[in-house]
């Protein structure tokens, strides 16, 4: 059992008490609401005849359904069902007391985008929502899961959920990351290495040179695939990145109340000799960027690397997972990624929607233009993102290389908006998830990637290998390359 | 309400869903989340994939045991998004309980607050019982919460079920909000000691 990480230290002061069923009662110090989970939540509270417990620890935004074309914005919306559930969120948070961020806020977004930029997240909390990318808020050295219905009805009724300690695993992440690889290939190096369910049953400690070097917003993208690995929870300890990003925003105390805080953050950080359930390590020095060629996040390669034949995988349900994997994605094993046509490139999602993500994709395509019939989405994670990137002309060089600019929401992650693949579209995406289905079109492919290799996709119009777009000097291999190999 | 709610034993017809790391997104895709209550979730279960190019039912295992209480599943069954649309789709399809190999966590916990036990046992029970409702469509299956089995025809499974849930269900105290309600001065206190909760 593990024993004075943060995860325990941070458990032990929000825990109220010893449930008879043998879990624990948890204190959930911030509550994030978005429209699609929470209506049925807070139809039941209202049967039962139950007020919000903590209406100041809650907080809510739209965007799961949230249009991002701007002139769909203007309400009523065109989509029926979607002014339903906002008009039901807007309903629950005024009749509640909570505090809303929606549209005409113009802080609107993603939750998980929205919260840490707000400074609303922040170290040794307990962040809950009904989202399972909750995680990503572990990156300020919280911790974050994702609850379903009857738990956000929990939560809003009593400030807490029931909840099993688990494991704590505390991987390693040694090395530097080259040019061109970033945060979003070092988690899914790990879920590759780990899989896609190595995580039940354990909260990921995140460590090591590689995320210590990390900025907050590269430590967000990697914490909020902890889910994705299986891990209901990942967290990184906070550090003096962690304390620099919150200074100054807005709901951050300031002075010598921050001092104070900072106290209590330094606290909550896992002891040099705390004990963990289990110690991964994993080295990311020579690691090229990565993508996935299945329909499970956990099946990813280096973007030159051949497609493994399903043989090639030790237990059954990897083999199978490979087979059904080949045929959707119509691949065949020892091909590699790249020259894989693409139809659609989206940019964002709560994962990857931050300002760096469209910094480091504009680097790319300035001076460049996408490729013919490649539709191209860039989705700003929140309106803050979307009105600095604005700011500093971000949002031209999209548009200029043929980018949809767009506002802010969850978009083509997940298609509850207009954006959705069509047909058997294959897209490129910054996004969390390659299920089948997940983009909206049941034959849709998708292939998960970082903010540049989306980029450069767009440009290549089929999956590249970003760097030959940054640095002459970086050994890159292209399609015809690996042509001439194989040959 | 939960003080009536000792669930010790489910039972009925079962249907196999094979496949492992069967995720939300095709237990309920996400455009059918639409809707502000979970009233008609059993007619988005498993919607695309029960369906064939011409939006007919095909023979996805649905189709075919209709009626059925007892899911059969394999590995890491519901990873992916935490929506209870999911389990509740399932629930109000028919199905009062699922046994598998094994289930993602936030599936589980969304099985408990909605009263269905979920039993894990090995890959060979599973495959076994799973071809044993192909032959016997009409073959009762019977899920022991407190003996953690499940029984069908002469072969009991000795399985596992989670202490929590297994707790929560048998003394009927699975619904979590009743639960801790009645701790909320606790709760109170618990927030006061926290540096980051101001006076309320």
């Known amino acids: ?86 008009s039901a969120l807007e309903r629950n948070v005024t009749d509640n007391g909570i505090t809303f961020f929606g549209f005409e806020s113009g802080q609107q977004g993603i939750t998980h985008v929205v919260a840490p930029e707000l400074g609303l997240s922040q170290p040794g909390m307990t962040v809950a929502c009904g989202d399972s990318h909750t995680a990503t808020h572990g990156a300020f050295g919280s911790i974050g899961v994702g609850v379903g219905t009857s738990q956000i009805r929990d939560i809003l009724a009593t400030g807490c959920i029931a909840a099993d300690k688990q494991k704590v695993r505390r991987i390693n ?49 990697v914490c909020n695939m902890s889910i994705e690995g299986g891990a209901r929870a990942g967290y990184i300890n906070p550090d003096e990145t962690t304390y620099e990003y919150l200074k100054g925003r807005e709901y951050v105390s300031e002075g010598d109340e921050f001092e104070q805080r900072k106290e209590y953050w330094e606290s909550i950080k896992s002891d040099e000799d705390a004990e963990y359930d289990d110690v991964v390590t994993i080295n990311i020095d020579d690691v090229d960027p990565l993508v996935t060629w299945g329909i499970n996040p956990g099946q990813v390669i280096e973007v030159s690397e051949p497609i493994p034949a399903p043989d090639s995988f030790e237990a059954r349900s990897d083999q199978e ?74 949002d031209e060089t999209f548009i200029e290389a043929g980018f949809q600019w767009r506002r802010a929401g969850c978009s083509m992650c997940l298609a509850m908006n207009d954006d959705s693949l069509e047909g058997d579209e294959v897209c490129a995406s910054s996004s969390n998830r390659n299920f089948i289905g997940r983009q909206g079109s049941k034959e849709g ?9 989306v980029a450069a996709a767009a440009v290549e119009g089929e999956v590249t290998d970003a760097r030959r777009f940054f640095d002459d000097d970086v050994q890159t291999v292209s399609a015809t390359d690996v042509e001439e190999v194989a040959d | 309400m939960a003080d009536e709610a000792h669930i010790t034993e489910v ?32 007619d988005y279960l498993f919607y695309d994939a029960r369906r064939d190019e011409n939006g007919e039912f095909n023979d996805h295992p649905l189709n075919r045991f209709e009626g059925a209480s007892i899911a059969v599943v394999n590995q890491n069954f519901g990873c992916g998004s935490s929506r209870e649309h999911a389990p509740q789709a399932m629930m109000r399809w028919g199905v009062d309980g699922v046994v598998g190999e094994s289930f993602a966590e936030i599936f589980r916990d969304n099985c408990k607050s909605l009263g269905i036990p979920a039993l894990t046992a090995s890959h060979e029970d599973v495959t076994a019982l ?71």
């Not at chain 1, 204190?27 to 609401?33: D, T």
């Not at chain 1, 480091?360 to 300035?366: D, G, M």
């Not at chain 1, 492919?445 to 290799?453: E, K, N």
Request: proline share 4%.
């Open chain 1, 445 to 453: 492919r998708t292939v998960l990637m970082s903010p540049a290799m």
């Open chain 1, 173 to 221: 992440v040694e090395g530097s990351l080259g040019e061109g690889v970033y945060a979003k290939d070092i988690i899914l190096k790990i879920i590759q290495e780990l899989g896609v369910d190595g995580g039940v049953g354990h909260v990921y400690e995140y460590g090591g040179p590689a995320i210590e070097e990390l900025d907050m917003e590269g430590r967000l993208a």
């Open chain 1, 321 to 394: 997972a490979a087979e059904r994997a080949l045929e959707h994605m119509d691949l065949e094993p020892g091909d590699s990624m790249l020259g894989y046509d693409v139809d659609v490139t989206f940019l964002g999602t709560c994962t990857n929607g931050r300002v760096s993500d469209f910094e480091v994709a504009a680097e790319i395509l300035e001076n460049n233009t996408i490729a013919d019939d490649v539709r191209a989405l860039a989705v700003p994670g929140s309106e803050t993102v979307r009105t600095e990137c604005e700011a500093r002309g971000i």
């Open chain 2, 11 to 42: 039972g009925g017809t079962g249907v196999p869903i094979p496949g492992d790391d069967v995720d939300t997104d095709q237990i309920l895709p996400a455009r059918f989340m639409k809707e502000v209550t979970f009233d008609n979730m059993a």
């Open chain 1, 1 to 86: 059992m593990s024993q004075n990480t943060l995860y325990d230290k941070v458990w032990e002061k929000h825990k109220v008490t010893e449930l008879p069923n043998g879990q624990d009662q948890l204190f959930i110090g911030l509550h994030l609401i978005h429209e699609v989970t929470s209506p049925q939540a807070f139809a039941m509270l209202e049967e039962r005849g139950i007020d919000v417990a903590f209406p100041e620890r809650n907080y809510a935004t739209t965007d799961h359904i949230a249009p991002t074309e701007a002139e769909k914005r203007n309400r009523p919306l065109t989509d029926d069902e979607a002014e339903n559930m906002l």
């Open chain 2, 130 to 200: 799973q071809e044993w409702i192909e032959a016997n469509p009409d073959g009762d299956i019977e899920i022991d919460v407190e003996e953690e089995t499940a029984t069908y025809d002469d072969t009991v499974i000795h399985g596992n079920i989670d202490d929590a849930m297994k707790e929560a269900l048998v003394d009927g105290i699975w619904d979590t909000t009743q639960l801790m309600y009645s701790n909320l001065s606790k709760v109170e206190e618990t927030a006061a000691d926290l540096p980051y909760v101001e006076e309320v």
